[in-house]
DNA sequence: CAGTGGTCTAGACCACCTG
DNA sequence: AGGTGGTCTAGACCACTGG
């Protein structure tokens, strides 16, 4: 009731004296994710009350409840009622529903099985390097795989990982069917968010003959780049797809 | 303070006495939906204050105010500091921006021209009656043109208009590049949601010819149902694109 | 039962726009 | 200057969860 923001927070980038006007929650917003980011916080752990972090940052109860509602819309946390506040976990039913587009035309949608056709270490494409933003001399890693829908090859893909962010990539035995989580668990990196290009393209002989269709069939290129807490691109993906009995769903609003 | 929602709204599914209930503020967004759906409030029109409408609707101005924000989010309502909240307009800026998903590779964004290749009523197919909910006897309006970017052909589109809804569409004399805005301005209807489903496709012999590309060249497909404010099917469109030098973008968050 | 997030209210001040 | 939406606070009660 007294309060006028002065002097609220340690570093002070506050008043609105020049442009860079911040409301308080947005600052709280941006505390919470360096906590979240520098891994005090790891994914399925509980968080603080709302009411101790709004003792902790000396904000309102309802200035930390915005904050919250905002991360939770990014899903980057998980709220429940009686329960508490939960660091979002990279499961297979949440990336499904946010980060994989593609559905049978008939049926539910379910989470494709892989095999992993190469992998390897190699010097970046140009539009690798522009993609993931790499500088000079880096590296890069390829996953190649083919992923299935009840035993039907539905897409070939190219993953592209900068090798500087995930170290001794190449020492896996297995690469499991969730990259997202083994990123997660293993480079503590958080995948949120992607951008998605689509294209048709004609099949290449090669991918043809790993997909059992023909050369020139119609394929759907999806060209992703995933990026983590801190909108640093991590990952290029490049899935060519099948689409005689399945397709890519979006919703406008 | 001593109110304890007791009677507060006229008729009342309110109390948490079953299964049915709903929170106050999504009760005054029901509410401000139907007074928009009835035509109460027109696009472009300035809504009451929040003050005034909390006044009418017996609530508190925090409760008005989660309900508009939450229509805000699906692009129902537009808010401007300090002016007020107006109903949202289909101007071709935000349509571009909401239900325009084709980019460039190269360059900013923009609307494409159209050219009318054909119109008239038919009977529809089953894919239509099931995607429109049409009812036995129903008929359909189509109409077919071809969008270009820069003079570039970039797509043939075929679009289905339930024949009841949309009564005296055969006497207009031109059909506008901006359809949302003449569903709006002449029928009342405001397309509110869209889904799109896609696929890659090879070229049809007639739609190579009108597209000038090549017969079995990879298109991309988009089949959209578009909705309405009371979430109705109201068109159905089919659009085969050309992507050498465009991409469908989207964002995964 | 105590503790959590979810809803609702009331009131203050701020930033912005118009006249 | 006066009105609008945007932010922030404080406090009450509700619904849900777990011990």
Same mark, same amino acid.
């Given at each position: 009731?007294?309060?006028?923001?002065?002097?609220?927070?340690?570093?002070?980038? !506050?008043?609105?004296?020049?442009?860079?006007?911040?409301?308080?929650?947005?600052?709280?917003?941006?505390? @919470?994710?360096?906590?979240?980011?520098?891994?005090?916080?790891?994914?399925?752990?509980?968080?603080?009350?709302?009411?101790?972090?709004?003792?902790?940052?000396?904000?309102?109860?309802?200035?930390?409840?915005?904050?919250?509602?905002?991360?939770?819309?990014?899903?980057? @946390?998980?709220?429940?009622?009686?329960?508490?506040?939960?660091?979002?976990?990279?499961?297979?039913?949440?990336?499904?529903?946010?980060?994989?587009?593609?559905? /049978?035309?008939?049926?539910? /949608?379910?989470?494709?099985?892989?095999?992993?056709?190469?992998?390897?270490?190699?010097?970046?494409?140009?539009?690798?390097?522009?993609?993931?933003?790499?500088?000079?001399?880096?590296?890069?890693?390829?996953?190649?795989?083919?992923?299935?829908?009840?035993?039907?090859?539905?897409?070939?893909?190219?993953? !592209?990982?900068?090798?500087?962010?995930?170290?001794?990539?190449?020492?896996? !035995?297995?690469?499991?069917?969730? @990259?997202?989580?083994?990123?997660?668990?293993?480079?503590?990196?958080?995948?949120?968010?992607?951008?998605?290009?689509?294209?048709?393209?004609?099949?290449?002989?090669?991918?043809?003959?790993?997909?059992?269709?023909?050369?020139?069939?119609?394929? @759907?290129?999806?060209?992703?780049?995933?990026?983590?807490?801190?909108?640093?691109?991590?990952?290029?993906?490049?899935?060519?797809?099948?689409?005689?009995?399945?397709?890519?769903?979006?919703?406008?609003?």
């Amino acid at each position: 009731m007294e309060k006028k923001n002065e002097g609220a927070s340690p570093a002070d980038p !506050t008043t609105p004296e020049a442009i860079g006007y911040k409301p308080l929650y947005a600052q709280v917003r941006d505390r @919470l994710m360096r906590r979240l980011v520098e891994g005090e916080w790891l994914p399925g752990m509980l968080l603080p009350s709302e009411i101790e972090l709004a003792r902790q940052l000396n904000v309102s109860q309802g200035t930390v409840r915005k904050a919250l509602d905002s991360m939770t819309a990014d899903n980057l @946390l998980m709220r429940r009622q009686g329960r508490g506040t939960y660091v979002a976990e990279p499961e297979e039913s949440r990336i499904l529903f946010q980060f994989f587009r593609l559905s /049978p035309d008939q049926g539910t /949608p379910s989470f494709p099985d892989s095999r992993v056709l190469s992998t390897g270490h190699a010097k970046p494409t140009p539009t690798e390097t522009e993609a993931l933003r790499l500088e000079k001399g880096d590296r890069v890693f390829r996953i190649e795989r083919i992923r299935s829908l009840s035993d039907q090859p539905i897409l070939i893909e190219t993953i !592209t990982l900068p090798a500087r962010r995930f170290p001794d990539f190449d020492h896996l !035995t297995i690469i499991p069917n969730n @990259l997202y989580r083994l990123y997660s668990e293993r480079w503590g990196i958080t995948i949120a968010s992607a951008e998605e290009r689509l294209k048709a393209i004609a099949a290449s002989a090669r991918d043809a003959a790993k997909l059992g269709c023909d050369t020139g069939e119609p394929l @759907l290129l999806i060209s992703r780049v995933a990026r983590d807490l801190e909108n640093r691109p991590v990952e290029l993906r490049w899935s060519r797809c099948i689409t005689r009995e399945i397709h890519y769903a979006v919703n406008l609003r």
